[in-house]
């Protein structure tokens, strides 16, 4: 059946609940029979009539507020164009083959709106549930404090519920956004002068991990060098996106007028100093001399590079290894190393989401690393980085970031 065969205006009267459509003016513009039959009234004593006409509140009760709650939550809604639960209300209704009397009556309402194709608010949806019946079941006027606080409790939890599912979407805008944020910063690299180059990043799994990882690979002055980095933030989402984004870019800067990865990293953890949400972060930072066949290094308290030598030995990079950015009061130069490497070999670098898993030493992952790289060293960088992620994330997906850079040399 498609949607042309469905007879919404019948399906708006067969629903169970009593449901009123309004204009933002709030008069009634439709009104289902559940809606009538419960109120107590007729189509013509609704439709086009405002809806406090219809329902004022009572005038015999100085302390009654469901109108101002009820027009308070309906404006809400028309001027958020977000959909209000409200708490439980009392709102007695006039009888209307007995003008004058009011019958005390319990209502909980959600007010929801419709919009145009411009996003603007044309009609609101107002939702009732009566719990009138179940106050008085739980002991009448006598009790009427533990009865409140009952359908209260009902109340809370239902708004609870779409407190919870607006906060999901919430976060998995956010998670959008930061992982376009994300992709726009790490662009592909697949060519470095004569050598390939495979990069790769897979975001954690769950809406609220969107993580702070990057990656870089810049060409430097003098000679034929380039400097492959990569860092990560602390924290999660959207803020440690934007970090990310600003460490990234200094880095690059540092690395294309530093004479050495140590002085970038030097340059980059004064700038972390002033960032917001930079703390701890850290970085790796390799300077590849494809003239002289060397690799400078050194890490801010990063993962070790890998080296994966043609015949098989993997070298771990580690030995210039230093304390995450702005971890020190005063900034104190970092150390750098340097190794040699022939034609064939490899670097690997990566973030942490690629070797740890929780109540694990981290020695086992960089092990299931160095096997990883072993045995795929005869493989082409792109298909080399597919098989270490294959072979190293967890099938349903790891619960921090991974980037991965691999550098045929």
């Not at 949607?3 to 169970?16: E, G, M, N």
């Not at 609940?17 to 933002?24: D, I, Y």
């Not at 030995?319 to 130069?333: G, H, Q, S």
């Not at 340097?338 to 690997?348: K, Q």
């Amino acid at each position: 059946m498609n949607d042309t065969a469905v007879d919404y205006a019948r399906v708006f009267q067969a629903l169970p609940g009593m449901v009123a459509l309004l204009t933002p003016e709030l008069t009634y513009v439709d009104a289902n029979a559940e809606f009538l039959r419960v109120a107590g009234r007729t189509r013509e004593q609704v439709v086009g009539r405002y809806l406090f006409d219809v329902f004022p509140d009572n005038p015999n009760d100085s302390g009654a507020s469901g109108m101002r709650n009820l027009a308070a939550s309906l404006a809400r809604v028309v001027a958020t164009g977000e959909r209000d639960a409200m708490a439980l209300q009392r709102y007695d209704v006039e009888d209307p083959e007995r003008p004058g009397e009011w019958a005390e009556r319990y209502w909980s309402p959600v007010n929801a709106p419709v919009c145009d194709a411009d996003g603007k608010v044309v009609l609101l949806v107002h939702r009732v549930e009566e719990v009138t019946e179940l106050i008085r079941a739980r002991g009448g006027p006598a009790g009427g404090r533990a009865r409140v606080l009952e359908a209260e409790l009902y109340t809370r939890a239902r708004e609870l519920q779409e407190l919870n599912e607006r906060l999901r979407q919430a976060h998995a805008r956010e998670r959008e956004v930061a992982l376009a944020l994300q992709k726009a910063m790490l662009p592909a690299r697949r060519q470095v002068g004569d050598h390939h180059a495979a990069v790769r990043y897979r975001p954690a799994v769950g809406a609220l991990n969107v993580c702070g990882d990057w990656y870089d690979v810049v060409d430097l002055v003098g000679g034929h060098r380039i400097g492959v980095a990569v860092g990560d933030v602390v924290g999660h989402g959207l803020e440690a996106a934007c970090v990310m984004g600003q460490l990234r870019s200094a880095l690059s800067a540092a690395c294309r007028v530093a004479s050495g990865p140590a002085e970038a990293l030097n340059v980059l953890g004064r700038y972390a100093h002033v960032v917001d949400g930079a703390e701890s972060a850290t970085a790796v930072t390799t300077f590849i001399d494809f003239d002289d066949r060397t690799i400078a290094y050194s890490s801010a308290g990063h993962p070790p590079p890998v080296l994966v030598h043609p015949d098989g030995r993997v070298e771990f990079l580690d030995r210039a290894t230093d304390p995450p950015l702005d971890a020190r009061p005063d900034p104190v130069p970092r150390p750098e190393a340097r190794t040699a490497y022939t034609d064939g070999a490899t670097l690997v670098l990566y973030t942490d989401g690629l070797v740890e898993r929780r109540g694990e030493d981290i020695d086992t992952g960089l092990a299931r690393l160095a096997s990883s790289l072993d045995r795929h060293r005869d493989d082409d960088p792109d298909r080399l980085a597919d098989a270490v992620l294959l072979e190293l994330l967890p099938p349903g997906g790891a619960t921090d970031d991974t980037a991965l850079v691999v550098v045929r040399l």
